[in-house]
């Protein structure tokens, strides 16, 4: 396949790795560099399909099945979403990750602590990211990201995700929430340039889950097509985006 330049780890690849960073502990990069290829638009992360993809930030802070939960509504609809979980959480709830591959959706790394990575020294940021979810596209919390960040994730396995739509689901005014007709007023409005091979953002912690049944109906209305759900994952997710 064309696409697959980008690295896939092999069997011996992983053990030399392996190998490598228990000799010597210290070494970085332990992994070969994995330049996102040429052209490469962070904020489409790969998505060259025409399809939207859409994803969901962070963790359902006192609901951590709600993951699974919105992942098995979107598999029902044919539907392949991507998770970016902050791994502190998703540490600690392994099956939340597994469900969700399971079920044929992606999960990507969001760091383990949700930092600003930018703010953090180079020792600090190599941390936040080797700590998150393993795969192979990172989204930088805040999407607040440099040169640095993107060197520091391509020395470590990942391109950079960012996004297309911002729904700002965890804007809204006197601290709440924006409600469910907000956000799919905000999708719905959005340039067809966006949304086209295009990457929305919510978070599960917001009214987004909520949302989504409704922002899928007025995406089809509106004659976009969603990624495909064809069926498990792996943490590899690969460039281009098979949606
Ligand atoms: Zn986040």
Same mark, same amino acid.
């Given at each position: 396949m064309p696409g697959s330049r980008k690295r896939a780890r092999s069997p011996l690849t992983s053990a030399l790795a392996a190998l490598v960073l228990a000799l010597v502990p210290t070494a970085v990069p332990a992994t070969a560099?994995?330049?996102?290829?040429?052209? *490469?638009?962070?904020?489409?992360?790969?998505?060259?399909? @025409?399809?939207? &993809?859409?994803? &969901?930030?962070?963790? $359902? *802070? @006192?609901?951590?099945?709600?993951?699974?939960?919105?992942?098995?509504? +979107?598999?029902?609809?044919?539907?392949?979403?991507?998770?970016? &979980?902050?791994? $502190?959480?998703?540490?600690? *709830?392994?099956?939340?990750?597994?469900? +969700?591959?399971?079920?044929?959706?992606?999960? @990507?790394?969001?760091t383990y602590s949700h930092p600003h990575l930018r703010q953090l020294s180079e020792r600090e940021a190599r941390a936040e990211i080797r700590g998150g979810v393993d795969s192979t596209l990172l989204r930088p919390p805040y999407g607040d990201?440099?040169?640095?960040?993107?060197? +520091?994730?391509?020395? +470590?396995?990942y391109r950079i995700c960012t996004w297309t739509v911002d729904t700002r689901d965890w804007e809204g005014p006197d601290g709440t929430f924006p409600g469910t007709a907000a956000l799919r007023a905000t999708v719905r409005d959005a340039p067809a340039a966006d949304k086209r091979s295009g990457v929305i953002l919510g978070h599960l912690f917001s009214h987004f889950p909520e949302a989504l049944p409704g922002i899928v109906d007025d995406l089809r209305d509106q004659g976009y097509r969603l990624c495909r759900n064809t069926g498990p994952t792996t943490h590899v997710i690969p460039y281009p985006l098979n949606c």
């Amino acid at each position: 396949m064309p696409g697959s330049r980008k690295r896939a780890r092999s069997p011996l690849t992983s053990a030399l790795a392996a190998l490598v960073l228990a000799l010597v502990p210290t070494a970085v990069p332990a992994t070969a560099t994995a330049a996102a290829p040429a052209g *490469y638009d962070h904020q489409r992360c790969g998505n060259t399909s @025409g399809r939207v &993809l859409l994803t &969901l930030d962070d963790w $359902s *802070y @006192g609901d951590d099945d709600r993951a699974v939960t919105v992942g098995r509504s +979107l598999q029902r609809r044919g539907i392949r979403a991507a998770f970016f &979980l902050v791994n $502190s959480y998703a540490s600690r *709830y392994p099956k939340v990750a597994a469900a +969700l591959h399971t079920q044929g959706h992606w999960v @990507g790394n969001h760091t383990y602590s949700h930092p600003h990575l930018r703010q953090l020294s180079e020792r600090e940021a190599r941390a936040e990211i080797r700590g998150g979810v393993d795969s192979t596209l990172l989204r930088p919390p805040y999407g607040d990201f440099g040169d640095r960040e993107t060197r +520091l994730a391509e020395e +470590l396995g990942y391109r950079i995700c960012t996004w297309t739509v911002d729904t700002r689901d965890w804007e809204g005014p006197d601290g709440t929430f924006p409600g469910t007709a907000a956000l799919r007023a905000t999708v719905r409005d959005a340039p067809a340039a966006d949304k086209r091979s295009g990457v929305i953002l919510g978070h599960l912690f917001s009214h987004f889950p909520e949302a989504l049944p409704g922002i899928v109906d007025d995406l089809r209305d509106q004659g976009y097509r969603l990624c495909r759900n064809t069926g498990p994952t792996t943490h590899v997710i690969p460039y281009p985006l098979n949606c």
